[in-house]
């Protein structure tokens, strides 16, 4: 991880343009082995530098407006092991090692397990864990 | 395209939930051959239902406040060959068949042609075109 945390004191390091979104970016991650996107969330700056202080990915939460460490609940971590930037600066793809194989809180391998098909959102995606076991069931 | 077009007609049509981001939508646009994440752009309600009756991706351009069909300068428009929509109904995957084999507006592949590397953002994307042979150089 000493790459990554290097990024945190150089001077030169790309700045990230969070001023478009209210002070967040989209962050696309992508399985860096089968280059399948496992989800998009956001990052503010407090994500960013913790992200690369630790070499797993953390989001920023919209809806709890908290530091979301991604996994903290399922154990199911991002591992960085590629960050990209795109023309604008404002958007990042970061290809990870998913740790447990899915992504989604749903349980499937990544967030987009729907396809639309004769106007309907039709489930495709594999599923690799129950999330009434991971998360505890919903009462 | 008779299958999008049906899509705008059909009651059972998975709704986008375009609330939480002031009527947009984070989009990413796949390779649907080599996986590659070529870019992220935003949709509204409208350039959804554009990119559905017609084939070709529609944006929504933020900065410029207006709608911007991919490719409308440089001929390199976006074919839809699937659509995926994720668990919050709040982000699209779109896989395309990118014209020109290139996205981005500095004539890049992917417009996230540059990797951080020990702080800074290295370039090593595939150039395809001269943006100043096809959208007219700067003065």
């Known amino acids: 991880m000493e790459f990554f945390r290097k990024l945190l004191v150089d001077k030169n390091m790309v700045a990230i343009d969070f001023k478009k979104q209210d002070g967040l970016v989209p962050v696309i991650a992508q399985d860096y082995e089968t ?4 989800m998009l969330a956001f990052m503010n700056q407090e994500t960013w ?3 690369l202080k630790t070499g797993v990915v ?6 709890r407006k908290k530091v979301w460490k991604k996994g903290e609940s399922s154990g199911n971590v991002q591992e960085v092991k590629e960050i990209r930037v795109d023309c604008d600066n404002d ?6 090692n998913q740790i447990g194989k899915a992504a989604c809180h749903e349980g499937y391998r990544s967030c987009f397990f729907r396809v639309i098909k004769n106007g309907d959102a039709v ?4 599923r690799i864990f129950n999330p009434d ?3 505890g069931e919903k009462k």
Not at 91 to 96: A, G, R
């Open 123 to 126: 489930v495709d995606g594999e």
């Open 91 to 96: 958007t990042l793809l970061i290809k990870v």
């Open 49 to 51: 530098e913790l992200t």
């Open 35 to 38: 280059g399948e996107v496992l």
């Open 58 to 63: 953390h989001y920023w939460s919209r809806s």
């Open 133 to 135: 076991e991971v998360y």
